[in-house]
């Protein structure tokens, strides 16, 4: 299994241009996740789903949209890149909602790191 | 305001030491707390995590210490090596819900061979 897939890893966006982070999972989660993580913070959540065609708002959604028309996929959307999403954006599923230790935990990718310039 | 702090933001230890990484956390909702590491140019993983109704949890060399009444819970890494250099985060969470999974900021740890 390859887990929790990101593409692109690396991108260079100009204001105002739009962009999609692609998140792919082959583990049959219910479950997924977008979370954004700045320099010196935590992760924040900024969308999640909790099936194909059911997707929700998390902690900081503003300036971003989310589809889940397949189990696997769960791709974000920017449509007017500012400076303040330049950032760390980590994809992550898991097989339920609930994060109880050794039970549903949930599976990170390895990062999208977008600079808006 | 469902907060968590964590600290120191860096630690730097020699191999065998014992570094001690801390966080508070206001909301008395929160039942579920979970550590992760992350190493560099990776995602985070998840370490260890700990329900309110113990005060201490082991696995292997990672030991997370709470204490509800001080609304404060650690993580000790035990004869620390090398490889534990990453970047720790402890969370929070209100029923174990991974949608309320609230990070503190983060600790870099460096430990010298």
């Known amino acids: 299994n390859a887990g929790v897939t990101q593409t692109p890893k690396f991108r260079i966006l100009k204001i105002g241009q739009s962009m999609t982070l692609q998140c792919t999972q082959d583990?049959?989660?219910?479950?997924m996740y977008w979370y954004r993580q700045d320099p010196g913070m935590g992760l924040k959540l900024i969308y999640y789903?909790?099936?194909?065609?059911?997707?929700d708002k998390g902690e900081v959604p503003n300036g971003y949209n989310v589809s889940r028309s397949t189990t696997e996929d769960f791709p974000l959307r920017l449509e007017l890149a500012a400076p303040s999403q330049t950032s760390v954006y980590f994809c992550?599923?898991?097989?339920?909602?609930?994060?109880?230790?050794?039970?549903?935990?949930?599976?990170f990718g390895p990062g999208t790191r977008l600079t808006v310039l | 305001q469902q907060q968590v702090k964590q600290s120191p933001q860096s630690l730097i230890v020699q191999k065998g030491g014992i570094p001690i990484i801390n966080c508070a956390y206001e909301n008395t909702a929160f039942d579920y707390f979970p550590w992760y590491q992350q190493f560099p140019g990776k995602g985070p993983a998840l370490l260890i995590a700990?329900?309110?109704?113990?005060s201490e949890k082991k696995e292997g060399r990672f030991t997370i210490s709470f204490n509800k009444s001080a609304k404060q819970f650690s993580l000790h890494i035990m004869d620390s090596q090398p490889g534990d250099s990453a970047t720790y985060f402890c969370?929070?969470?209100?029923?174990?819900?991974?949608?309320?999974?609230?990070f503190g900021s983060g600790t870099q740890l460096t430990v010298l061979p």
């Open positions: 969370a929070a969470s209100i029923g174990g819900s991974a949608r309320q999974l609230t």
């Open positions: 583990m049959n989660h219910n479950y």
């Open positions: 992550a599923s898991s097989y339920s909602g609930f994060v109880l230790a050794g039970n549903n935990e949930q599976f």
């Open positions: 700990i329900r309110p109704d113990v």
């Open positions: 789903s909790v099936g194909a065609g059911i997707t």
